[in-house]
């Protein structure tokens, strides 16, 4: 055979790594689809069902009682002045939910790891957490202005009242849900309470714990907003906001402060998974998501 009848050489193969890196990016953008998808396709027909109800089915006179989306864009958050307003709100009523999460979460961890040592002090105390959670809140919102004021700390004591209990049985759950074995191997190495709690109860609560945040900080946001409500005495939150466009008849500002307290709860509680990911990692089911 010739040299020009010799057959061509072989193509150079993909470089593992470069394989690699293009099957890594593929499966991100597949789950990234997964993710982003369903939510937006939802968010795509809520929007058209909306626009439907605003134009189709209500009389123009009748139209401030549901003003289609662009609207409410363009009264409360392109609008300079009423955006500024919603956003130093906004910040106000996070500030006062993070720091009833925060109290919430060390009382709830430390109510529970109490009542983990022994099963008479979680019977002496568990029903009073109960009691405490089956309260109305509104029933107690006019109690908590007359001992504490119309400020800040009052509001953060409504955000504590409404979002403790989920870490407390949490947070319980996840400590005496620790396998036994474990509990076994420990007490064989003739481990102390204090070391079996550090190195053993807590790190296996971990999933729990983080369970329990993701749904203490939603109801920490409400509870931030139902405390704005009744409590107005410092900086204005947003649902004072809320209530002053409800009275003002202003439909596109009231819906615009609405959408940006719900994005506010959702904007904490995707944090607080993000955060489970991070510190648990994915060797729990329940860290997942």
Do not use: K
Request: charged share 15%; glycine share 10%.
């Amino acid at each position: 055979m010739s040299d020009g009848d010799s057959p061509p050489p072989p193509a150079p193969a993909t470089p593992p790594a470069i394989g690699g890196a293009a099957s890594w990016a593929r499966g991100l953008a597949a789950r990234a689809a997964r993710t982003v998808l369903p939510p937006t396709a939802v968010l795509a027909v809520v929007v058209a069902v909306w626009y439907a109800v605003s134009y189709w089915f209500l009389a123009p006179r009748r139209r401030f009682l549901l003003p289609p989306p662009h609207e409410i864009v363009a009264e409360g958050f392109l609008d300079r002045r009423r955006g500024h307003e919603i956003l130093v709100a906004l910040a106000g009523t996070a500030q006062v939910a993070l720091t009833g999460l925060a109290i919430a979460a060390v009382l709830g961890i430390g109510a529970a790891i109490l009542m983990a040592q022994a099963r008479w002090i979680e019977n002496s105390f568990y029903p009073w957490a109960i009691l405490l959670q089956t309260i109305p809140v509104l029933a107690i919102v006019p109690l908590i202005g007359f001992w504490l004021g119309y400020g800040f700390w009052s509001r953060t004591v409504v955000c504590v009242v409404i979002s403790m209990f989920p870490m407390i049985t949490n947070t319980l759950f996840g400590i005496q849900s620790v396998d036994s074995g474990h509990h076994d191997l420990f007490t064989l190495r003739r481990v102390g309470r204090w070391r079996r709690l550090r190195h053993l109860e807590l790190p296996s609560a971990l999933p729990a714990i983080f369970a329990g945040l993701r749904i203490s900080a939603g109801l920490a946001v409400i509870g931030a907003i139902v405390g704005d409500f009744f409590f107005r005495r410092g900086d204005v939150g947003i649902g004072a906001l809320i209530d002053n466009y409800t009275r003002d008849l202003s439909a596109g500002p009231l819906f615009a402060a609405i959408i940006a307290s719900a994005l506010l709860g959702l904007v904490v509680f995707w944090m607080f998974g993000l955060a489970a990911r991070l510190v648990v990692g994915s060797w729990h089911d329940s860290a997942r998501g």
